[in-house]
């Protein structure tokens, strides 16, 4: 299965009309077809990061259906509705994406996933880790990530002290975008728990041997974090 992660630089004073293009026009549409879900609409938090950025991920059920999406945009059913984002935004960008091996998601029962508006919930918050392994030790990170980083997670989740929840990782599909970049997808179980992470510094105990924040150094040094906020509609749970 794969993933598809679009951030839409949105037009700010066009925000609202935006979104409700979004929910009203594109997802029914795109949900024509058995084999491309919505799953998520979240908004870039404000005071984390660029203006008016909205990041949305489709699941596509495989190359086949990926190519019939493009037909579609292109010069089908979604060229009307992809029309009208565009007149709302500056830009999107796109990226796809494969699960990791040990990622908790790796498909979607697409049939399951909503195409039109049910019951809203409360919004939710993720924190969306980017990494860039260094050159030549891609398949190393991905094994530590694994063994070490989703281990250490779960365990907090299991404790009940946890600040973030791994729901999925990805890694950049062939061909689509830099060849060593992994996505982290994790769910914020204690929101109150960002503040301390925001106003002081990491601390000692974690920058020891043995934890990831020390371990992983060998393997990487770059990432970027994303606070994004789930729409009350977003389809997925």
Known sequence: MLFLRETHEVIGAREREFEAAFREVWWPALGASPRARLLYYLRHAHGTGP?????TWTAIQDGVALEELVRRVDAGDLRAASRALDDLRHDVTGKLYVPLPWSPLQ??????????AAAEREAVVFMEDTV???EGRLEEYVEAAGSHYAREMREHDAQGHALLRVEASFRT????????????WQRVVQPRGLLPLLTREVPEAYLQS????????????????????????????
């Not at 203006?51 to 990041?55: D, E, G, L, R």
């Not at 062939?174 to 992994?182: C, K, N, P």
């Open 51 to 55: 203006s008016y950025h909205v990041v």
């Open 107 to 116: 498909a979607v029962e697409l049939a399951a996933v909503p195409t039109t």
């Open 132 to 134: 860039w392994p260094h």
């Open 173 to 184: 599909a062939f061909g689509s975008h830099r060849r060593r970049e992994i996505v982290l």
């Open 210 to 237: 043995g934890r990831w924040m020390h371990d992983a150094l060998a393997l990487r040094d770059r990432w970027e974090s994303r606070l994004l906020r789930s729409a009350a509609w977003s389809p997925w749970p």
